[in-house]
C-alpha cells in the first residue's frame, strides 16, 4: 500500500480504558492480505477497533496494525521515524496544534473523496487533516462548596472565578498537566491568547 498519511484529529469517546499506550495490535486481513494500513492513535484500541472492522468489512484484504500512543510521543515519533520502515499510514490524535504543524510543515498527503467532500469544511484542513470527532471539555464541581449562584457556565467565568479577590478556589481547582496533555495545552494556549 502507497504512504498515504492523511491526519484525522480528535478522539472517540473511550467506554473502557483497557489497553496502555504502547499496546500494538494486529487486525489480521479478512481475506488473503495484499496490503497493510498502520496506524499510530490516540484513541484507546478497544474504541478504535469498531473502525477497523468496518473499513475491513469494505477492504478485506487490508491487514490493519494499530498502535495506541499517547499525544506528545505520536508527534515526536513521526518526526523522528517519518523515513523509515515504521512510519505509519495514518496518524490518529486529539493533539489538534500538533497535527495542524505536522500539515503545514508538509508532512501530509491531500486526499479526496466522496467521503472527505461530505465533511464540513470547518473540520478539514487543506484537504489532508480531518476532524472526525469532538473532543469534550466539561467542568465539574463540587455542589457543597460552591453556591449554585457562583457556578461558572463558561470558561471565561471560570477564569474570572479563578482571579477572584481573596481566591475563593485557591488549590481547590484540578485540571490537565499542560506537558503531557496536548488536548489540556492547546487549551491553555487559548486561555493565555484571551
Do not use: C
Not at 116 to 140: C, D, H, L, Q
Amino acid at each position: 500500500m502507497s504512504r498515504l498519511l492523511i491526519l484525522l484529529l480528535g478522539v472517540l469517546l473511550a467506554p473502557s480504558l483497557i489497553a496502555a499506550p504502547g499496546d500494538v495490535q494486529r487486525f489480521p486481513a479478512q481475506g488473503v492480505a495484499t496490503e497493510q494500513l498502520r496506524i499510530h492513535g490516540t484513541t484507546d484500541i478497544e474504541v478504535f477497533a469498531v473502525v477497523i472492522a468496518d473499513y475491513q468489512r469494505l477492504h478485506p484484504g487490508t491487514e490493519v496494525v494499530y498502535e495506541d500512543i499517547i499525544t506528545q510521543d505520536l508527534y515526536a515519533r513521526f518526526l523522528r521515524d517519518r523515513n523509515t520502515a515504521s512510519t505509519p499510514d495514518l496518524l490518529i490524535s486529539s493533539g489538534m496544534d500538533l497535527q495542524t504543524k505536522l500539515v503545514n510543515d508538509g508532512h501530509a498527503l491531500p486526499h479526496r473523496s466522496p467521503q472527505t467532500e461530505a465533511v464540513p469544511s470547518w473540520a478539514k484542513w487543506r484537504n489532508e487533516a480531518f476532524g472526525i470527532s469532538y473532543e469534550p471539555v466539561a467542568m465539574v464541581y463540587n455542589t457543597r462548596a460552591l453556591p449554585a449562584a457562583n457556578v461558572p457556565h463558561t470558561r471565561r467565568q471560570l477564569l474570572d472565578l479563578l482571579r477572584a479577590e481573596g481566591a475563593p478556589l485557591r488549590g481547590k481547582v484540578g485540571t490537565y498537566d499542560i506537558e503531557r496533555s496536548s488536548v489540556g495545552y492547546l487549551l491553555a494556549t487559548q486561555d493565555a491568547q484571551r
